[in-house]
């Protein structure tokens, strides 16, 4: 069965350092993944999605995730935090099921960005 | 840009009342979801729905649950006799198209917090 492990419920970074939000995937099969974002009291926005085209890529507001299958991860990062990236994080696989595909959701990383 | 949109934001209900939940998906788009968080947790995937008919439910979509696309632009989620364990957020989603490698995007509403008492 496919699945999505996020290793960090809470990340607290400093405003201007690196953040790093970790996930490993479980699949038989080529995965298609992707990061999702929300924020308090908001609906889940798209961060970013890796595509098989290329390992490395690239998302909204300066976040990138590179898919490394011989580790089964797909960490999200972004070189310098911004007070307004402190929210939910969440990892997410992509299963086939009949002619639909639906999400699987990690339990999320919540980012905390301190001044 | 176009939105998926959700009414209402927030619905307090009693226990063993219906409920209904209404979304407008982004309007090109032809498959439709649900899912749902209870607080603390993650988020679950309840059901998708295609061409007038439910694609995929999880076991938590018992029938209790139904979901209909009454007209060309709302898609709704009804619960006949809410319980307490269904007090959650729960969340719209659509998609233009399906792909086979799974890389087509779901876009997400704000998402209905239904408080059963």
């Known amino acids: 069965a496919q699945s999505v492990t996020q290793l960090d419920s809470h990340v607290s970074v400093s405003e201007g350092t690196p953040v790093l939000l970790r996930c490993n995937y479980s699949s038989s099969y080529s995965p298609s993944l992707f990061w999702y974002v929300q924020h308090p009291n908001k609906g889940l926005q798209l961060l970013l999605k890796?595509?098989?085209?290329?390992?490395l890529v690239k998302g909204i507001n300066g976040f990138e995730a590179e898919f490394k299958k011989s580790e089964t991860s797909f960490h999200l990062t972004k070189p310098s935090a911004h007070m307004s990236d402190a929210a939910e994080y969440f990892c997410?696989?992509?299963?086939?099921?009949?002619?639909?595909?639906?999400?699987?959701f990690g339990t999320g990383t919540l980012l905390a960005v301190q001044p | 840009e176009p939105e998926v949109t959700q009414t209402p934001s927030h619905q307090v209900t009693q226990m063993g009342q219906e409920v209904i939940l209404r979304c407008v998906p982004i309007s090109n788009h032809l498959y439709f979801y649900w899912y749902r968080q209870i607080l603390g947790q993650k988020v679950e995937f309840l059901v998708s729905f295609y061409n007038n008919e439910i694609s995929e439910k999880s076991e938590i979509f018992d029938d209790q649950f139904s979901v209909e696309r009454p007209d060309g632009s709302n898609f709704t989620l009804k619960i006949r006799s809410t319980k307490l364990e269904d007090s959650a957020m729960y969340f719209c989603a659509s998609s233009e198209a399906v792909r086979t490698s799974g890389t087509d995007t779901q876009y997400f509403g704000p998402g209905t917090r239904l408080t059963v008492l």
């Open positions: 997410v696989v992509s299963v086939r099921g009949g002619a639909t595909n639906k999400l699987i």
């Open positions: 890796y595509t098989s085209a290329a390992t």
